[in-house]
Each structure stands twice: as C-alpha cells, then as structure tokens.
C-alpha cells in the first residue's frame, strides 16, 4: 500500500505475556519511529531508526521495550512481560532523511496504530 | 525540560467561523514545528510546517503563525466546516522525533 502499514490493529494480552507490534513504512522511508499514545493525550517518542540503526531510544520507558528494523524496513516492537500501564496505542511513522540544513526536517506519516490492552 | 503545550479544552464554534488553536513552548526555542489532524481511531495526518525564521505559513483555509517572542504558534482554520471537526496536534522537533503536546479537540457544530 502507499501508507505506512500497522497490525495487528487490536491486541488483547494478559498481564505478564509478550507482545511483539508490526510496523511496514512506506517504501523509500529511511527514518522510521515509534510513538506511544495515552488516552487523550499526544503521541510521545519511543524510539528512532535510521535504516536499520536505532539512533535513538531515549523514549522507551523500560528495558521490557525493545525494536529492531533488522532489515532497514520493516520494524518491531517487542514488550516483554506486560503490565496494565503498557496499555495505550502504539504508533508507528517513517519519513525521509533529514537533509543536510540542520533545520530542514521531513514530515512523518503514521500508521493508524496498534490499541494494546493489557488485562 | 522542554515542554509543548496546547489547550486540552474542547474547542467548539460555529460553521463558517475562524477557529484558532494555541501552541506555547517553553525553555527553548524550537526551530520548527508541525501541525498534525488526528481523527478518533486514526494515526495524526501531517498538515503543515513552519520554520523559525517564518511568520507565517498558510495551504487553502488553513495558516499558521509563529511568533518567537511569546514562544507561541497560532493555528488558524478560516470557513471551518464540521468536516473539520477533529483533534490537532502541536509538535516540535530539532533531531527529527516530535515532541507533542496534548492536542485540542475541535468541534465544528452545523
């Protein structure tokens, strides 16, 4: 498809299980991020690839959450041992590189997200 | 810490009126920020950028303004139609991750 691609779109676990989020970005995106999303609140960053280097993952708030984009497209997030607080829509987006301008930037486009229930 | 904020109230006006929504920023100064629509169930969809050293930005019946000495962008959407009715997210962002703020939600009532 042309957007970036999420599933599964629902994801129900019982408290202490793994799950593991997909994300498919579009096609020639080489920056690649996760975002978390509370309930009425805005999207806050996780994690951020560029081709399959994780630059940055000051966002994830324990060593329960991991990524990978081995491939340098498709990526997964991976939460071990859930708690009821992981509870949230976890969004995924991709853009092109940053030019060279430090103050250029790109647009990102989301994917619709996975809603992650932990019971 | 660098922080976003915008209006967590419900924004609600009439059709064809001028809605504005409000993103502060403190403890930096950005050098840009973005505009998002998010609607219920839906990833936030990009609308539009500006740059620091811009006043002003503007793409059909949507503009936004961004004044550096009150650490504030403006998001205006002018003939606003219930079709526009949706939650619009602020972020900012220097190393390519947004920093969000909470978002407002806008009620365009017919």
């Known amino acids: 498809g042309a957007g970036v691609s999420q599933s599964p779109r629902y994801k129900v676990a019982k408290r202490g299980q793994d799950v593991a989020l997909r994300c498919d970005p579009i096609?020639?995106?080489?920056?690649l991020f996760w975002y978390q999303q509370a309930l009425g609140q805005g999207p806050e960053f996780l994690t951020y690839f560029q081709n399959e280097a994780q630059l940055d993952k000051s966002g994830l708030p324990s060593d329960r959450f991991f990524a990978e984009r081995p491939e340098g497209s498709v990526s997964t997030l991976k939460i071990q041992r859930t708690q009821q607080e992981d509870s949230a829509v976890y969004l995924c987006?991709?853009?092109?590189?940053?030019?060279?301008?430090?103050?250029?930037?790109?647009?990102?486009?989301f994917g619709d997200g996975t809603r992650l229930s932990i019971l | 810490s660098q922080k976003i904020e915008q209006n967590s109230e419900a924004l609600n006006i009439q059709e064809g009126k001028t809605a504005t929504l409000t993103c502060n920023y403190t403890n930096y100064s950005p050098a840009y920020l973005q505009w998002y629509r998010q609607d219920p169930g839906r990833g936030p969809v990009f609308l539009l950028l500006i740059r620091e050293n811009e006043k002003e930005k503007r793409k059909e019946r949507l503009k936004v303004t961004f004044d550096t000495t009150l650490k504030q962008s403006l998001f205006h959407i002018t003939a606003s139609q219930p079709a526009d009715s949706a939650t619009y997210l602020c972020g900012r962002s220097n190393t390519g991750k947004l920093i969000f703020g909470q978002g407002t939600t806008l009620q365009v009532k017919p």
């Open positions: 987006a991709s853009s092109l590189v940053p030019g060279p301008d430090p103050y250029s930037n790109q647009p990102q486009h």
């Open positions: 096609s020639g995106h080489v920056s």
